[in-house]
C-alpha cells in the first residue's frame, strides 16, 4: 500500500515539474517547484501517517475480535460445566435423600388427586348421578392414600343417592363416618344416611340416625334438617 502511494505521489510531481518549467523562469520554477515539493511532502507525511494510523486500528479490531472469541468460548465452556456440576449435584442429592423424593412423589399425588375431585364435583353438579359415581369410584381407588380420598368417599355416597340407590348411599357414608369421624362433612353424611333409609321406609333407623346426628352436631345446618324429618 505504501508502494502504490508513493508511486501515485512521484507521478504527480514530475507532471508538476514539467508544468512549472513551461511556465516560469528558471528561478520561478525552481522557487514553485520547491513549495510544490514541500506541500507534497507534506500531504506525502499526512496520508502515510493516516495509513498506519488505519493500518493500527485494523490490527486492534482483529485482536479485539480475538479476545472477544476467546471470550466467547470461554463463557460456553463455564456454561456446560456448571450445568454438569448442578446435574451431577442434582443426581447426588436424590441419591442420597430419597426421603426428599418419596415426599415429591406424594406431594404430585396430591395434586392429582385434588384435579380428578374437582372434575368429578364438576359431574355432579350437572346431575349425572351415573358419571359422577364413576368419578368418584375411580378416586377412592386410585387416591386411597392421599388426603382426597375421604371427600372423595363422601361424594360417592351422595352420588348414590341422586341415583336413588340408598343402600350404597348408607354402606358408603356409614363407611366413611366410621373411617373420617373428625371430618368437617360427617354431619351431612349422618343426614345422607338418614333420609336414605327414610326413603326405604325405614323409619325407626332414620329417626335414630337423625337424633344422633342431633346430639353430635347440634348447631349445624345439617342437625336443623333432621328436626324437620322428626317432626314431621
Known amino acids: 500500500m505504501k508502494k502504490v502511494v508513493l508511486a501515485v505521489l512521484g507521478t504527480v510531481l514530475l507532471t508538476v515539474n514539467t508544468s512549472a518549467y513551461a511556465l516560469f523562469g528558471d528561478d520561478e520554477a525552481r522557487k514553485a517547484i520547491i513549495e510544490l515539493r514541500s506541500q507534497l511532502k507534506a500531504q506525502q507525511d499526512i496520508q502515510m501517517n493516516l495509513y498506519d494510523r488505519l493500518e493500527s486500528l485494523t490490527k ?18 463455564e456454561r456446560e460445566n456448571a450445568q454438569s456440576i448442578y446435574g451431577s449435584l442434582q443426581s447426588r442429592l436424590d441419591e442420597m435423600d430419597p426421603k426428599a423424593k418419596a415426599a415429591q412423589a406424594v406431594s404430585d399425588k396430591e395434586i392429582a388427586a385434588e384435579q380428578e375431585l374437582n372434575k368429578c364435583l364438576e359431574v355432579f353438579k350437572k346431575g349425572d348421578a351415573n ?7 375411580t378416586i377412592t381407588t386410585k387416591y386411597r392414600a392421599t388426603k382426597t380420598y375421604p371427600t372423595s368417599l363422601y361424594w360417592l355416597g351422595s352420588s348414590y343417592y341422586m ?12 363407611k366413611f363416618i366410621a373411617s373420617y369421624p373428625e371430618h368437617k362433612q360427617v354431619s351431612e353424611a349422618y343426614l345422607l344416611v338418614g333420609m336414605a333409609q327414610m326413603d326405604s321406609k325405614k323409619t325407626d333407623e332414620a329417626n335414630k340416625t337423625f337424633r344422633k346426628l ?3 352436631f347440634p348447631k349445624g ?5 333432621a328436626k324437620k324429618q322428626l317432626g314431621s
Open 131 to 137: 358419571k359422577a359415581i364413576a368419578c368418584f369410584s
Open 163 to 174: 341415583k336413588g340407590d340408598f343402600a350404597k348411599t348408607i354402606e358408603t357414608e356409614n
Open 60 to 77: 486492534e479490531v482483529q485482536t479485539l475480535r480475538g479476545q472477544v472469541d476467546v471470550l466467547n468460548n470461554s463463557l460456553g465452556k
Open 221 to 225: 345446618g345439617a342437625a336443623a334438617i
Open 214 to 216: 342431633i346430639q353430635l
